[in-house]
């Protein structure tokens, strides 16, 4: 079912939705970013139309409502463990193809990987609706394209939105919402549409052709001098899903405390550092190929797609402007004209 | 604070509480904890061991029956110095088991041939066990076990019981021995086996990795086929349930399609 509003009725209808949703979506927070004077680029709460930047790419992704930065897992006193309580909240995401598309990778590791579900973000992702953002033009460091992530399925939206000068017209397919979006606007014809070319082209390496030399290759060590294992990278990326759990004992009370897990990343130090000190990738080098590598490679070897989506955020926080986009294409380049 | 107990929903992250029957001291830092358990393990597995308030670790199984099951840790850090402290009566906090461990039907009537380095004997130790109490399951058995010195033998009381009934080779790498046995990496020890029906054999490979890799060529310099050579991978099996990250190797989660490979599937394979 298509439908259009003036901005003034999409207002009430998102006003209609902040009743029984928590309502997220980029913002523009001025002056907020990492250096002075830039604007900062994020998700937040939002109840109406002019508080979300529509116009802009968010630095950090959505990822963060559904696996949070930091989750408290369970509280214990003394041996007795308490699992951390649900939210009540129910939640809308506006957010574009790549990104509702990193969903369904983290979808793959969180729900299908392994012999179990993990239940924390099963109990979160269960309360989304995700309303997709229209995007035909991309940003300068986009190549979803090429990730075969610049469309979604109908299927996998609640609400798709085209936001235009005057108002906004959407197709809705959630019976949950039909209603709300009925009373609000008239009833339109909408076909959703979703960029074709990005201003970035990546070409995918043949997996066939990854021979052991690709492993070694001086391509590598390049990346050892520049990149200082920050891991903006990790922490930018809409389908990085590797974490650490840890435990605090409060300091009131030593016998009580809780485990919470927290983001990690593949660039960072201790990765894989086991008991005793040994680590696997010392090398800064080898972490940007342990990475691409699991992007592009590993896990659509286990999945049916590749985990990258294209959306380009890590070639936006790098500080050492290190490009993903280019270290693909260079390792498609050496793969194709062989080592 | 809201404290909600839905111990009924299914969450792999709670552990549950285990209490220690026994401790035997192997070394000066490595102690083994014998554990109350009816987890039902297959050789070679692992455990997510806790206390809470001080994190979690991936620790193998180093023996187990029905009724309990054996933890070899070493002292090393902020969880295990506080296990150290435990004692008979306490608890410890366990989920599991993880991994997929050892299938003795692949071993079942060949010549079995393990050679474990250090703490890589841990894992290996409940199929030796078994072995050693089915021996006519096997054509063949040998251990082949190397320790850094004297003071990191691990396992002394089982190792005596075990020569009584099939050869194991002690080696050490520094220069004091073990009861005046041979010295020497133990890469250089299975250089001078003799190998007599290749075809029929199985060689089980555990240890630190360069033990592990080096070990590894001396069986293919014996004509040992990788298909014939199995491995136990020790990475940081952080949650054990495929979802942290932490153990990744290339498309593995070692964690749950490991910790036991062949060889011949994963020789390619990078960190």
Same mark, same amino acid.
């Given at each position: ?339 | ?36 358990? $009816? /987890? @039902?393990?297959?050789? &070679?597995?692992? #455990?997510?061991?806790?206390?809470? +308030?001080? %994190?979690? =670790? !991936? ?43 050892? $299938? /003795? @039907?692949?071993?079942? &009537?060949?010549? #079995?041939?393990?050679?474990?380095? +250090?703490? %890589?004997? =841990? !894992? ?148």
């Amino acid at each position: 079912m298509g439908f259009n509003f003036s901005k003034n009725e999409f207002n009430q209808l998102l006003e209609s939705l902040d009743q029984e949703y928590q309502i997220y979506a980029p913002v523009r927070k001025k002056n907020k970013d990492s250096f002075s004077a830039n604007d900062l680029i994020t998700y937040d709460l939002v109840k109406s139309l002019e508080e979300m930047e529509l116009t802009a790419k968010s630095k950090y992704s959505a990822k963060e409502i559904v696996f949070p930065i930091r989750e408290t897992l369970f509280h214990f006193v003394e041996g007795e463990q308490f699992m951390a309580s649900d939210t009540e909240n129910k939640y809308i995401i506006f957010l574009r193809p790549c990104d509702r598309n990193a969903f369904k990778r983290l979808d793959k590791i969180f729900l299908e990987n392994g012999p179990e579900e993990d239940i924390y973000y099963k109990r979160l992702r269960e309360k989304v609706k995700f309303f997709v953002i229209e995007c035909t033009a991309g940003f300068d460091s986009c190549f979803c394209v090429s990730m075969d992530s610049n469309t979604v399925e109908s299927r996998d939206y609640s609400a798709f939105l085209r936001f235009e000068e005057d108002g906004v017209s959407c197709e809705v397919n959630d019976q949950d919402l039909a209603a709300e979006f009925e009373a609000q606007a008239e009833e339109i014809d909408f076909e959703p549409e979703f960029i074709r070319k990005n201003k970035i082209e990546v070409n995918l390496p043949d997996r066939d052709k990854l021979t052991n030399e690709v492993f070694e290759h001086q391509l590598w060590t390049e990346y050892s001098q520049r990149c200082i294992a920050c891991g903006r990278c990790n922490t930018s990326c809409p389908t990085c899903s590797c974490f650490t759990v840890k435990d605090v004992l409060y300091d009131e009370n030593k016998k009580s405390g809780e485990r919470f897990r927290r983001w990690a990343g593949c660039h960072i130090d201790g990765f894989t550092e086991m008991a005793g000190g040994h680590n696997f990738r010392e090398e800064y080098g080898d972490r940007m190929r342990y990475k691409t590598m699991h992007k592009i490679y590993d896990f659509g070897e286990r999945f049916d797609f590749d985990m990258c989506v294209g959306c380009g955020r890590c070639d936006d926080v790098c500080p050492e402007y290190i490009s993903f986009s280019k270290c693909i294409n260079k390792l498609s380049t050496i793969i194709e004209e062989g080592v | 604070m809201a404290l909600t107990a839905e111990k009924s929903l299914k969450n792999p992250y709670l552990s549950q509480k285990a209490e220690i029957l026994e401790i035997f001291q192997e070394t000066e830092i490595e102690y083994t904890f014998r554990l109350e358990s $009816d /987890f @039902e393990l297959n050789f &070679g597995q692992f #455990l997510e061991v806790s206390i809470p +308030g001080y %994190g979690e =670790a !991936p620790i193998s199984v180093s023996n187990f029956t029905d009724q309990w099951l054996e933890l070899t840790i070493r002292k090393v850090g902020k969880l295990t110095d506080k296990i150290h402290d435990l004692e008979t009566g306490d608890f410890l906090y366990l989920r599991g088991p993880y991994g997929n461990g050892f $299938d /003795f @039907e692949n071993y079942r &009537g060949k010549n #079995l041939i393990i050679a474990a380095g +250090g703490t %890589g004997l =841990a !894992p290996v130790r409940s199929l030796i066990e078994y072995a050693n109490n089915n021996l006519d399951q096997l054509s063949d058995f040998e251990v082949l076990a190397g320790f850094k010195d004297a003071g990191s033998l691990l396992f002394e009381r089982d190792i005596k019981r075990w020569r009584q009934n099939f050869d194991v080779l002690l080696t050490v790498d520094k220069t004091c021995d073990i009861w005046g046995e041979c010295v020497g990496l133990i890469t250089e020890h299975i250089a001078e086996l003799h190998l007599e029906d290749i075809s029929n054999t199985e060689v089980i490979v555990v240890g630190p990795p360069p033990m592990m890799k080096y070990s590894i060529i001396e069986f293919q310099k014996l004509g040992v086929p990788d298909n014939q050579i199995w491995v136990s991978y020790e990475r940081k099996m952080h949650c054990g349930l495929g979802k942290c990250g932490h153990c990744k190797i290339e498309d593995n989660y070692v964690c749950i399609d490991g910790p036991v490979y062949n060889y011949a599937d994963v020789k390619e394979i990078r960190d």
